[in-house]
């Protein structure tokens, strides 16, 4: 039985699943496996091929004729080729196809149908396709210059604020105060370990990444600060999508709300949906389809050109 490979990179984890593979298309999901990130502007060369050796094996695609993987961080030049390069060289099928994570995650989630896919994760990116085929992005550049409202962004928030407050700048708010307590003992020990999710290396995001968990909670507990940065974050968020829709075209469309800021943080996400409930357009937001691993499989089969079983 001919199968296919699928592979969603986000920032911090890859997730992987083995795919039958039927006249008809991509079939079941035969196998899963999940390891570290396959981003190679957060980890290094070799970090990604021992995470992606890792997911293969777990898989044992040996039947395989085709291999997708959708990862952050393909827009910098040279990163799709050298994410080619180590798939086969670790013995994955040709066709490999690389695309960005958000490409396989929009596939995924309509088809060739029209909507709009934002992605609040590590990072952010909104994504969408219109009723003729054309493509349409905003965002997804990057911590450095992007990724609004995303959880490092919220988590780079909450280390400015607590050294702020540190400064006398900003009032020591609850929240502040539990970022402390997760941080260390001593005022000390919660500096010394802010600098180095800072400004270590090799530079990790996924620790600063992970603080945005205590945002909810500060939510539901009126912090004045929390709920300052969660107004800063949806309305980044909000900005990404109309603006694909506007260039879309479009005054209503279906939207998929995807990624852990907004699946984890049911709070987050619905002061997200009350500002999206007074834009210019009308959001319909709908379940995907299928995920990312299963869209990365379908832009793996597309690119199949030869019968199947001959490849």
Same mark, same amino acid.
């Given at each position: 039985? #001919?199968?296919i490979i699928g592979m969603d990179g986000g920032g911090t984890?890859?997730?992987a699943a083995l795919y039958s593979l039927t006249a008809e298309g991509v079939g #079941?999901?035969?196998r899963t496996a999940e390891s570290g990130s396959s981003n190679l502007n957060s980890s290094t060369p070799e970090q990604v091929r021992a995470n992606l050796a890792g997911l293969l094996a777990a898989l044992d695609p040996r039947d395989a004729v085709a291999t997708g993987l959708g990862a952050a961080g393909v827009t910098t030049p040279g990163v799709s080729g050298a994410l080619r390069a180590i798939l086969l060289e670790l013995g994955c099928p040709a066709p490999v196809v690389i695309a960005g994570d958000h490409e396989a995650a929009l596939?995924? #989630?309509?088809?060739d149908d029209p909507g709009i896919l934002l992605i609040a994760g590590t990072g952010s990116v909104a994504y969408g396709q219109s009723r003729d085929g054309r493509l349409c992005r905003a965002g997804g550049y990057g911590h450095l210059i992007g990724d609004g409202g995303s959880a490092? #962004?919220?988590g780079r928030a909450l280390l400015a604020a607590y050294v702020q407050s540190v400064d006398g700048s900003r009032p020591r708010t609850p929240l502040l105060t539990a970022l402390a307590a997760q941080l260390g003992d001593t005022p000390d020990a919660v500096m010394a370990r802010l600098m180095q999710l800072a400004y270590r290396q090799p530079f990790d995001k996924a620790p600063i990444a992970q603080l945005a968990r205590l945002l909810d909670p500060a939510l539901a507990a009126d912090d004045p600060l929390a709920a300052e940065l969660a107004a800063d974050g949806t309305r980044e968020l909000a900005?990404?999508?109309d603006t694909v829709a506007a260039q879309l075209g479009?005054?209503?469309?279906?939207?998929?709300l995807a990624g852990g800021m907004l699946?984890?943080?049911?709070?987050?996400r619905g002061l997200l949906l009350e500002r999206l409930a007074a834009a210019p357009v009308r959001y319909e937001f709908v379940a995907p389809r299928s995920d990312a691993v299963f869209g990365a499989a379908e832009l793996a089969r597309r690119a199949l050109t030869a019968p199947l079983g001959l490849r």
């Amino acid at each position: 039985m #001919a199968t296919i490979i699928g592979m969603d990179g986000g920032g911090t984890s890859t997730r992987a699943a083995l795919y039958s593979l039927t006249a008809e298309g991509v079939g #079941a999901c035969l196998r899963t496996a999940e390891s570290g990130s396959s981003n190679l502007n957060s980890s290094t060369p070799e970090q990604v091929r021992a995470n992606l050796a890792g997911l293969l094996a777990a898989l044992d695609p040996r039947d395989a004729v085709a291999t997708g993987l959708g990862a952050a961080g393909v827009t910098t030049p040279g990163v799709s080729g050298a994410l080619r390069a180590i798939l086969l060289e670790l013995g994955c099928p040709a066709p490999v196809v690389i695309a960005g994570d958000h490409e396989a995650a929009l596939c995924g #989630a309509f088809g060739d149908d029209p909507g709009i896919l934002l992605i609040a994760g590590t990072g952010s990116v909104a994504y969408g396709q219109s009723r003729d085929g054309r493509l349409c992005r905003a965002g997804g550049y990057g911590h450095l210059i992007g990724d609004g409202g995303s959880a490092f #962004a919220i988590g780079r928030a909450l280390l400015a604020a607590y050294v702020q407050s540190v400064d006398g700048s900003r009032p020591r708010t609850p929240l502040l105060t539990a970022l402390a307590a997760q941080l260390g003992d001593t005022p000390d020990a919660v500096m010394a370990r802010l600098m180095q999710l800072a400004y270590r290396q090799p530079f990790d995001k996924a620790p600063i990444a992970q603080l945005a968990r205590l945002l909810d909670p500060a939510l539901a507990a009126d912090d004045p600060l929390a709920a300052e940065l969660a107004a800063d974050g949806t309305r980044e968020l909000a900005l990404l999508l109309d603006t694909v829709a506007a260039q879309l075209g479009e005054s209503e469309i279906e939207v998929v709300l995807a990624g852990g800021m907004l699946s984890h943080n049911p709070r987050y996400r619905g002061l997200l949906l009350e500002r999206l409930a007074a834009a210019p357009v009308r959001y319909e937001f709908v379940a995907p389809r299928s995920d990312a691993v299963f869209g990365a499989a379908e832009l793996a089969r597309r690119a199949l050109t030869a019968p199947l079983g001959l490849r």
